[in-house]
């Protein structure tokens, strides 16, 4: 699309400049397949008109896309340079999606425990380019480095979202480098970026790219299998599945009434560092996408062939008793629980209990959200898979 670029948003959130720095950073041009220059132009064009930002706020994401750029140049270098990671292969996935704010991050932490699971770790999806080595995951810089920066992250973040440099990221951070990532809205609220990653793009490329930095991940560190995770996985499962056929798929259901403010007031969180929020356009915001990716999650598992290649997990259920629901996700994927795996993955529990970092204040209302309305739009999606609807807090 051909487009022009005014005022200092428009110059730092300029496509050409950005890919012309990332260049010359890298001192390469050699962008790889698939393409991806038509999300960026959205993603930048929606920031200029829509987002209008200044100072840190366009620091922030000037600075975000900037960065994916050369780590995307990188990545594509290290691929011509290392014949092993092209050679890579990804084979049945343990793919962990679902609600957000539902225990999709806990229970993705604890099935990456297991000594056989390799999950992309904070530090490496920070940083992911030389390929990491197996025989350096504690002493490398970029864990090093990682593991400070998390040192100072603000606290009130830690006690709504479990952070650390060697805990597993998800899928979001690795398909930011395809700029078709939901993760690029949170600096910022993109509108029309989101509708068109939500309802017109072609998420292929994001998938084909994301396979290609687990193949990059993997070259020089790899397990059994991947434990991998992200909530907005449900708006697009028949391209995932396209891209991984063989997938293990782990569904976590929660109480939209629940998830929504809380979904609403980490978002709020985080793009409030950088400068003010509407509350209620936030609110909005996570009840319409949400409300969608339950249809879709809905319309394409009625569809689905093969039932066997899911497992449903409810919130009530895991935060109950969480091993149970660790054995029977192993049981119904016909995978081996070993007694290291166990304790590893008890132990990480134990560590991690709920309140470690704080507590998480929030009300729907403040949001312009309430339980009624929350629970007759998702209707559907409680019946369909029996989620329970709690009164109490």
Sequence with gaps: MSVTYLGAAGQALDPDRLIARAEAAVGASDWGEPPFRDALEILCRSAVDEARLEGPRLAALTDKLQTRLIHRLQLMRDRRAYPEIPRQEIKRPLIVTGLPRGGTTILH?????????????????????????????????????AKAAMAKIDPALLAVHTMGADLPEECLMLMEMAFRSVNLTMAAYLPSYMRWILDEADMRPAYDFHRQVLQHLQAFAPKDHWALKSPVHINWLGTLLAAYPDARMVIVHRDPAKVLPSVASMLSLVRGRN????????????????????????????????????????????NRAPMEVIGAIYTHFGMRLTDEARAAMTAFLDDNRPGKHGGHTYTAEEFGLSTGPIRDRFAAYIETYGVATPTSP
């Design 275 to 318: 400068g003010p929020v509407d509350p209620h356009v936030i609110g909005k915001e996570v009840f319409d996408e949400w409300s969608v990716a339950t249809e879709r999650l809905m319309a394409f598992r009625a569809n689905r062939p093969r039932p066997d290649q899911f497992f449903d997990v409810h919130f009530t259920d895991f």
């Design 109 to 145: 932490a604890v099935l990456s425990k297991d000594p056989a699971a390799r999950s992309p770790l904070n530090w490496e999806a920070t940083e992911p380019s030389p390929p990491p080595r197996a025989e350096h995951f504690h002493d490398d810089p970029r864990f090093l480095a």
